[in-house]
C-alpha cells in the first residue's frame, strides 16, 4: 500500500498503548487485545528492511520504577540504526 502512493520512504510513529496489556502494561489507556510485543519488532524490522525510514517516534507510555524495558530498548535500537 505504502509502495502503491509511490514513496520508498517513511516515518514510523508507534503509539505503545496499542501493545498488548500483558506484556506492556506500561500505558494510561491500554486497547484490548493489542498487538504482541514480537509481533511489533517483526513489523518494524520488515519496515526498515523494506523502505528508507526517514525517521520514528515512540509515544504512550507511562514510565514504572517496575518497567520491562527490553521491548523499549529494542525500538529505540533499532531507531539508531536507521
Request: net charge negative; proline share 4%; no cysteine.
Amino acid at each position: 500500500l505504502i509502495r502503491s502512493k509511490g514513496s520508498d520512504n517513511l516515518y514510523i510513529h508507534i503509539d505503545l498503548d496499542v501493545l498488548d496489556y500483558g506484556e506492556f502494561p506500561y500505558v494510561m489507556v491500554p486497547a484490548p487485545a493489542g498487538l504482541k510485543t514480537g509481533m511489533l519488532l517483526e513489523l518494524l524490522t520488515k519496515l526498515r528492511n523494506g523502505f528508507n525510514v526517514v525517521g520514528m517516534s515512540l509515544l504512550e507510555y507511562t514510565m514504572s520504577e517496575e518497567m520491562e524495558i527490553k521491548i523499549l530498548t529494542d525500538i529505540v535500537r533499532m531507531g539508531s540504526e536507521l
